[in-house]
């Protein structure tokens, strides 16, 4: 393949201006070497036959020489910017790579953070919570009572319903220890009264045992 067409190629692959100009500088080189070894070669016969053309070729060899320093010394510096670049390239994809690093550290946190999440959603959710086991009034009716919460959503209808029931288990409490309060003083009413009966058993058989005397005279006397 000739060496323009692989330039090309190189060049079609190599799209950064920087190294393109390198390239470039190696063309440039590459060319000033083979002029320098064209114009050596055509002119060796000349060299050794004539003294005057040997300093006349030596003078276009010098030239084309310097030239050619002049086209390695720019490649040199461009191979040590290169070098420079390539550290620095180095050095900011080590940072970049540990920055990845961390997002990624951080990515798996998260992750297992959102794993552990929807375990306890989950754990709460097939909780069996005591206030599904509540006899709570059923839905119908109790919209039936309060009419105010039918748009309610499904949380909001519970805590209706619990103080509802809370409400109304209250208010038999009250009830209840009313009844209990009667309960106790009928309970009173009805000790007193046997107490009272007992009293007037006890007065009555005094009664009995006082008057027997007075029973026999009369006895004696019809």
């Given amino acids: 393949m000739p060496a323009s067409t692989a330039d090309r190629k190189t060049g079609d692959i190599v799209t950064d201006p920087y190294l393109q100009s390198?390239?470039?500088?190696?063309?440039?080189t590459r060319e000033q070497c083979m002029?320098?070894?064209?114009?050596?070669e055509a002119n060796a016969n000349a060299i050794a036959a004539s003294q005057?053309?040997?300093?006349?070729?030596q003078l276009d060899v010098s030239k084309q020489q310097s030239l050619l320093y002049s086209h390695l010394g720019h490649l040199?510096?461009?191979?040590r910017n290169a070098i420079l670049k390539v550290r620095n390239t180095k050095q900011t994809t080590a940072e970049a790579r540990q920055e990845v690093d961390r997002l990624h550290l951080q990515l798996q946190n998260l992750y297992y953070e959102e794993r552990h999440l929807r375990?306890?959603?989950a754990a709460?959710?097939?909780y069996d919570h005591k206030y599904q086991q509540l006899p709570l009034v059923p839905v119908e009716e109790f919209l039936e009572?309060?009419?105010q919460h039918i748009e309610d959503d499904e949380k909001k209808m519970m805590f209706a319903r619990i103080n509802h029931e809370l409400s109304e288990r209250e208010m038999l409490e009250q009830e209840r220890q009313g009844l209990l309060k009667k309960k106790q003083g009928l309970i009173a009413d009805n000790k007193k009264r046997k107490d009272d009966l007992a009293s007037l058993d006890k007065d009555l058989e005094t009664f009995i045992d006082a008057a027997k005397p007075i029973q026999r005279i009369f006895e004696k006397q019809y």
């Fill in 35 to 40: 002029n320098l070894i064209n114009l050596v």
């Fill in 124 to 126: 709460c959710d097939a």
């Fill in 22 to 28: 390198v390239l470039a500088t190696s063309l440039h």
């Fill in 76 to 79: 040199r510096e461009l191979d």
């Fill in 119 to 121: 375990g306890e959603i």
């Fill in 52 to 57: 005057t053309h040997s300093s006349q070729v």
């Fill in 145 to 147: 009572m309060h009419p």
